[in-house]
């Protein structure tokens, strides 16, 4: 099996963190391709940034027709319809991956993620997926995306703060980390607060081998198509 694994935007560090998570829960026979688009916004924060990023991410896709399956490595799930209108392979977007896990380990969940600008658009993919009502709330750490990248423990601190929030306010049992460049915070985290920390990154491959595995591909007979 192979699959490739897209980050959106162009920080190519954060494709080899995203590469690393992949690759942890991924079969051993299955080839992960992990790549980042080569046109489009350094990170992706909202709208704006979503409608950049959209020609350099499918530009990538095209240039990987063999592939089994698809994970779209940004938690906007950015561009997930458009790609699954030029490919027959499954494809999921480590939002909707991490929605769905959450759901299906807790009653309900809290999402922490980025920009407060980022929340608008997070709530309206919950609404769409049928899930709003499982999600207690989706809270803004103001951490912009690239400071996950810096290693400042000051910026894990502003995450745990949300995450320590979600449990005694909202009374969430699952929190799902709102950002493909939280994922190598979720083992950490979970030891340390004792409730399911959901990451994307590693539902989204898993959930994609399980499609591979049960032969099934995207519907091609309207929207898709």
């Known amino acids: 099996m192979k699959l490739l694994v897209v980050n959106p935007n162009t920080t190519s560090s954060m494709t080899r963190k995203i590469e690393a998570a992949a690759r942890t829960v991924a079969d051993p026979e299955t080839e992960i391709v992990a790549v980042n688009s080569q046109d489009g916004p350094a990170s992706i924060q909202g709208y704006l940034d979503v409608s950049i990023c959209l020609p350099g991410l499918l530009d990538v896709v095209k240039q990987y027709p063999d592939v089994d399956g698809i994970v779209v490595a940004c938690f906007d799930d950015t561009?997930?319809?458009?790609?699954?209108?030029?490919?027959?392979?499954?494809?999921?977007?480590?939002?909707?991956?991490?929605?769905?896990?959450?759901s299906m380990i807790s009653p309900k969940f809290s999402v922490i993620?980025?920009?407060?600008?980022?929340?608008?658009?997070?709530?309206?993919?919950?609404?769409?997926?049928g899930l709003d009502r499982r999600c207690v709330r989706v809270r803004a750490s103001d951490v912009p995306?690239?400071?996950?990248?810096?290693?400042?423990?000051?910026?894990?601190?502003?995450?745990?703060?949300?995450?320590?929030?979600?449990?005694?306010?909202d009374r969430a049992e699952a929190?799902?980390?709102?950002?493909?460049?939280?994922?190598?915070?979720?083992?950490?985290?979970?030891?340390?607060?004792?409730?399911?920390?959901?990451?994307g990154v590693a539902c989204a491959v898993a959930f994609v081998e399980a499609?591979?595995?049960?032969?099934?591909?995207?519907?091609?007979?309207?929207?898709?198509?």
Do not use: Q, W
């Not at 561009?79 to 999921?92: L, Y």
């Open 211 to 225: 499609l591979v595995k049960a032969k099934l591909t995207t519907s091609k007979l309207c929207s898709y198509s």
């Open 113 to 129: 993620t980025t920009l407060s600008r980022s929340l608008a658009g997070l709530e309206a993919n919950l609404l769409r997926y």
């Open 175 to 199: 929190i799902v980390l709102g950002c493909a460049g939280m994922t190598d915070l979720m083992t950490n985290l979970s030891e340390e607060f004792g409730l399911p920390i959901v990451d």
């Open 79 to 102: 561009g997930v319809d458009a790609v699954r209108c030029v490919t027959s392979a499954p494809v999921i977007g480590v939002g909707e991956a991490a929605y769905h896990a959450a």
């Open 145 to 169: 995306v690239l400071m996950l990248e810096e290693n400042d423990p000051k910026t894990v601190d502003k995450i745990r703060t949300e995450i320590r929030a979600a449990i005694d306010e």
